[in-house]
């Protein structure tokens, strides 16, 4: 394979299913080597690889959940001991429960938190000495639309971890550019995976065309709409972008309000 990441290594979270599949799958399909985490899918993340490999790639899947700052280091230092180095940190991983701001469960919060916030500062804080050494780096957060304030019932603390994102890559991106490292945020609109499954549960294709009625462009999004956002923060056609919060969401059209 050759493209755009010819040469370059990418660590993925979450890479076994959903948006995280289809970023793995693009940036191999664009030359880079894909180290696919996964927490406990490791048959979906094994048939990732095989996919990669099948298509002349290169990839390794490693177990990690990212909550855990130990499982965090030893999945880099296999990834570094395979490939030499990582290049290119895509943080993907996150999960989603139902809540309001006055009725939710306060474990399941420390978990989104864990998870959806902390998760991303392991792997930060992980990867980037060694990029800072190379004065190269390219880090891509993945946050949602839900951050930004969207109108959707029964997500508030969610949004909450995913608004923390949203701040935490802007810090990130202040702390990081005199190295030589771009950070970024992706927030997506509906995209069709399995987190929105669970949020809207019942009579899915009714419920896409709802959903999909929230957006000017009149769909719900597929998870390569944010594979190729990655591809392109991650390539060095981004390389003078950094701190943002980029939405790929289809023109949604719900949100709470129009203040800052």
Do not use: W
Not at 30 to 57: L, M, P, S, T, W
Not at 77 to 90: F, N
């Amino acid at each position: 394979m050759s493209g755009r990441l010819e040469g370059k290594v990418a660590l993925v979270t979450g890479g076994s299913r959903g948006i995280g599949r289809a970023i793995c799958a693009r940036l191999a399909g664009d030359g880079a080597a894909v180290v696919v985490n996964f927490a406990r899918k490791q048959d979906a993340a094994a048939d990732v690889v095989a996919q990669i490999e099948a298509a002349g790639g290169r990839a390794l899947a490693v177990g990690a959940d990212v909550s855990d700052r130990a499982a965090v280091n030893r999945m880099v230092g296999a990834a570094v001991r395979e490939y030499g180095r990582i290049d290119i940190l895509v943080n993907n991983a996150g999960i989603l429960a139902r809540g309001t701001a006055l009725e939710f469960d306060e474990v399941i919060f420390d978990r989104m938190m864990a998870v959806n916030v902390k998760g991303i500062v392991h792997t930060v804080q992980a990867v980037a000495p060694g990029m800072a050494a190379r004065r190269y780096g390219r880090i891509v957060n993945i946050s949602s639309l839900a951050g930004l304030g969207t109108a959707v019932a029964n997500t508030t603390p969610y949004a909450l971890t995913k608004a923390a994102v949203i701040n935490l890559t802007k810090r990130q991106a202040f702390e990081l550019g005199h190295d030589g490292i771009t950070v970024n945020a992706i927030c997506p609109g509906f995209i069709a995976t399995e987190m929105l499954a669970s949020l809207e549960p019942h009579d899915q294709e009714e419920q896409l065309r709802a959903l999909a009625s929230k957006a000017v462009l009149n769909r719900v999004g597929d998870p390569d709409d944010i594979a190729r956002v990655v591809l392109f923060l991650a390539s060095d056609d981004a390389s003078f972008v950094t701190g943002q919060a980029l939405a790929v969401d289809g023109g949604r059209m719900d949100f709470l309000t129009g203040s800052a």
